[in-house]
């Protein structure tokens, strides 16, 4: 059996050394159109800024290593620009001469490609470059060699703010433009906006909002859509990529959503002699069953093990992904799994939010750092639909135990049971994922109800008032614009001063004490709610509404 995949990196080598080690006797054929077939392509931002210092070190695999221990064929440079399905036969370039070559089985691995936008000025443009490959690293490692001093980053996605930072750490003045209200869109706004506060604090400019409308002076200026335009040494287009599917559309094969690859379960395409991985394929939400594109490592890598099971004869399905994420912005990271609030809004879900703040270890001990963790799930069933976290260290580790969760079929109300290792240095006897389970079982439960951040100026509007039952030293840092002020230790002796017939909004700064509060008025007879994250996170993502008490 003849089995040529085309393209390399995750899902095309994950595939084909799967497959020798299943079939010693199949000739395994690489085609990899650019030089190198196995590369760290999420590692390219860090080369930049000399964070990982050697080249070399990208570079993964070599065809002599992969043909040494694997005995695979493997061809860089080798484009394939036509398939002829039923005659099961590729049209190959190499070196500006064609070959066909024949298969028994096809496997498509093409990934996905930067997005290129139509902007005026941009195809006449010098000095704009995309990031796909080392080649792409390359040419930018180039242009820092000319000593440039300003850099623009068009797209604040996960691979735009790493170029930004490395392009920073650099020594560069970096100007970042995002098209959204906050940067990275894949997290809802209130999380993003710790990242946004993190560029700014590392002197990053950060312009969200905003469209380059043109490039002008060969690429050194741009004209952005609020009519001001920016000068730039070079710029770094990130604006997204899109299924490099061009060779799938033209073989006839059937593509879908945003011109991904179709393919079933056993990633098969319309042609069941094709099958197709990574970047390039539509998979399945695995919260919504709803088609989608998720250009992840990790999915890629292993679909190509699948896949390789699949063509092997070993039965695997794609059970779907959720898109888990995780991403380091200076002394910051945001992770994700599953579906955003805006996404289960998108959905028509049924859904509860809650935010927890906790540290990556236990709080007495040195060096204890902030955890934000976000949930989304039904309140109904407990299904788990997302999560989110933000933080300096230890998200990767929660994050993960929530996809872990999800992937499980586990609810809200298994989180809390969840054993987690535990001593000082490492985390806390209740870990910030436990308590995720118990807030959100107190939402379920219907012992806590919440206002959301950004329900709360609606909510005053109605007539409610905000208690804010944080001591008279922390209103200091920053007071509510209007707000009520009774420290949670004196409001059972001061509860003759609030109104029964009054509905209430209360908060502390992270959420506990305001909960506590709400337990104590509710069985009191009150009518209140917790305002979820409380002011850590209301101060964040809506500075403007905070006000200096002492001026």
């Given at each position: ?420 290792t535990y001593a000082p240095p490492f985390g806390s006897a209740k870990d910030p994922v436990n308590m995720l389970g118990y807030v959100a079982m107190n939402v379920a439960e219907g012992l806590s109800e919440m206002v959301q951040w ?69 069985q009191a007879g009150f009518k209140v709610k917790n305002l979820d994250g409380a002011f850590a996170l209301y101060h964040t993502v809506r500075p403007e509404e905070i006000v200096d008490p002492q001026k």
């Amino acid at each position: 059996m003849k089995i040529i995949i085309v393209g390399g990196v995750a899902g095309g080598m994950s595939a084909a050394t799967r497959l020798r080690r299943l079939n010693e006797e199949a000739e395994i054929v690489v085609l990899e159109k650019g030089p190198y077939v196995s590369f760290a392509n999420c590692g390219l931002p860090y080369y930049l800024s000399g964070e990982i210092k050697e080249r070399d070190a990208l570079l993964v695999q070599t065809p002599e290593t992969l043909a040494a221990r694997f005995q695979l064929d493997v061809r860089p440079n080798h484009e394939v620009t036509a398939i002829f399905p039923e005659k099961k036969r590729i049209e190959v370039t190499f070196g500006g001469k064609k070959s066909l070559e024949n298969y028994d089985v096809l496997l498509l691995s093409p990934g996905a490609k930067p997005f290129k936008p139509a902007i005026a000025g941009l195809d006449e443009a010098d000095h704009v470059y995309t990031i796909r490959n080392v080649p792409d690293i390359d040419l930018v490692m180039e242009e820092l060699e000319k000593q440039p001093k300003k850099a623009v980053v068009v797209g604040a996605g996960f691979i735009g703010l790493e170029m930004a930072e490395n392009l920073k750490k650099r020594g560069l003045e970096v100007t970042i433009i995002e098209l959204s209200s906050h940067v990275l869109p894949n997290l809802d706004e209130e999380m993003a906006s710790y990242i946004q506060n993190e560029l700014t604090k590392q002197k990053v400019t950060v312009r969200t909002n905003c469209a380059v409308t043109a490039f002008e002076n060969n690429g050194q200026t741009l004209r952005l859509n609020d009519g001001t335009t920016i000068h730039t040494d070079f710029t770094i287009l990130s604006v997204g990529v899109q299924p490099d599917s061009n060779l799938a559309k033209m073989a006839g094969l059937k593509t879908g959503m945003r011109g991904g690859i179709v393919v079933n379960e056993q990633y098969q395409t319309s042609d069941p002699s094709i099958y197709a991985v990574g970047d390039a394929i539509i998979v399945k939400h695995q919260i919504t069953g709803e088609d989608a594109l998720i250009s992840l490592a990790s999915p890629a890598n292993r679909q190509g093990r699948q896949v390789a099971d699949t063509i092997a004869g070993i039965p695997r399905k794609n059970q779907g992904s959720l898109g888990t994420s995780i991403l380091r912005v200076f002394d910051q990271s945001a992770a994700s799994t599953g579906l955003t609030e805006k996404m289960a809004k998108q959905a028509n879900l049924p859904f509860s939010v809650v935010h927890v703040s906790g540290k990556d270890h236990a709080s007495y001990y040195p060096q204890a750092t902030d955890i934000l963790l976000k949930l989304v799930f039904n309140p109904k069933t407990g299904e788990i639909y997302g999560a989110q976290g933000i933080g300096e260290k230890g998200v990767d580790k929660r994050i993960d135990s929530l996809a872990t969760a999800i992937k499980g079929n586990l609810t809200i109300f298994d989180l809390p049971e969840l054993e987690f290792t535990y001593a000082p240095p490492f985390g806390s006897a209740k870990d910030p994922v436990n308590m995720l389970g118990y807030v959100a079982m107190n939402v379920a439960e219907g012992l806590s109800e919440m206002v959301q951040w950004h329900e709360l100026s609606d909510a005053l509007a109605n007539g409610k008032i905000l208690l804010d039952v944080r001591n008279k030293e922390e209103l200091k840092n920053g007071a509510f614009k209007k707000a009520l002020n009774i420290p949670l230790h004196e409001l059972r002796c001061r509860i003759k001063e609030l109104d029964p017939e009054q509905e209430y909004v209360v908060s502390c700064h992270s959420g506990l004490r305001s909960y506590l509060a709400e337990r104590i008025l509710k069985q009191a007879g009150f009518k209140v709610k917790n305002l979820d994250g409380a002011f850590a996170l209301y101060h964040t993502v809506r500075p403007e509404e905070i006000v200096d008490p002492q001026k």
